[in-house]
């Protein structure tokens, strides 16, 4: 007889029945064949749920109506992936990457029907359609779509740009209330544009070497732009945007041309509720211009900005 470690049964132990009957041979070698299989089945299903909670394409409309869409893109895939976004006969196309989270996207085109894609590349500049949505879009107000974060514009409450855009403010007020000796003052909408506005061009320097070197997907991040202090136009309004928005001001940044530079640029335009109306604000050349001690307006002519895109 063979040697068992202690505490085993030399005997191989037989199924039973409810009331301690021995099962018959062939009956028993069906139930361990069914518990196997009944227990791989279980590995499976649980294996499947925790890789479809990590692999997953999600296209969420809940926010549409405070102007964006949330996308997650997990799958894994490293193929170029793309996003459309379509507003009555206007298209946006964005790059997407694998992530964990929601990222937002505006929905710049107002209030109507919109539908929603995601592509894969499959070849050249061939893509197939992953998947897709459509929807209906009737906005809270029309200057909504433009105080959100999303892909271009990216902050939150702990980003570099919103604590430096509280500090700034914090720092003015206390200075305003020292010179009027009013301890009840505040700073108007307007003044805070102006302040984030002198921050931007006196403090980022354009950054001729980062332009030679960009991927195809770069997007602008805040906390590289302020620390550095420099950046390309991209990150100069994407950092002004963010620092607007986050005190509740509509900001958009813009792509287009201008006449005073011959490659493809981005500028802002922000609203100034206190005249109902949208000015073209472009801190790149602003800051180009204060560098060399050369006078630099607010406010740009519409006649030398031709507009491509806006977010």
């Known amino acids: 007889m063979a040697n068992h470690p202690k505490g085993w049964d030399a005997k191989p132990r037989a199924f039973s029945n409810a009331d301690g009957s021995r099962l018959p041979k062939g009956e028993t070698y069906m139930k361990r064949v069914v518990f196997f299989i009944l227990t791989i089945t279980a590995l499976m299903v649980l294996s499947g749920t925790t890789a479809l909670a990590a692999t997953s394409i999600d296209i969420n409309t809940d926010n549409s109506e405070d102007g964006y869409i949330s996308v997650k893109f997990n799958t894994g895939s490293e ?31 107002g209030n109507g029907d919109y539908t929603v894609a995601i592509y894969e590349n499959t070849a050249g500049t061939k893509y197939k359609k992953l998947t897709s949505k459509s929807f209906k879009v009737t906005l809270e107000n029309e200057h909504v779509v433009f105080l959100n974060s999303i892909q271009e514009i990216d902050f939150d409450d702990a980003d570099i740009s919103v604590e430096k855009a509280d500090e700034l403010a914090a720092q003015a007020l206390a200075a ?34 980062k332009i ?45 041309y201008t006449t005073w530079t011959s490659v493809y640029h981005a500028w802002n335009e922000v609203y100034l509720e ?38």
């Open 79 to 109: 193929k170029k992936i793309k996003l459309l976004v379509k507003g009555g006969d206007t298209k946006y196309y964005y790059n997407l990457s694998n992530s964990e989270s929601y990222v937002n996207f505006p929905l710049q085109m």
């Open 176 to 209: 305003k209330v020292l010179a009027t000796g009013d301890v009840n003052a505040v700073l108007t909408t307007d003044e805070l544009i102006e302040l984030y506005y002198e921050f931007v061009v006196q403090t980022i320097q354009y950054d001729y070497d």
């Open 212 to 256: 030679k070197s960009l991927d195809y997907d770069y997007l602008p991040v805040n906390e590289i732009t302020i620390t550095t202090e420099s950046g390309i136009c991209y990150d100069y309004s994407s950092l002004l945007a963010s620092m607007l928005r986050s005190q509740g001001v509509p900001t958009k940044l813009v792509k287009g």
């Open 274 to 311: 206190s005249e109902e109306r949208w000015v073209i604000v472009d801190t790149t050349y602003d800051s180009y211009l204060y560098l060399r001690d050369r006078d630099y307006e607010f406010e740009k002519s519409l006649e030398v900005y031709s507009k491509s895109k806006e977010f």
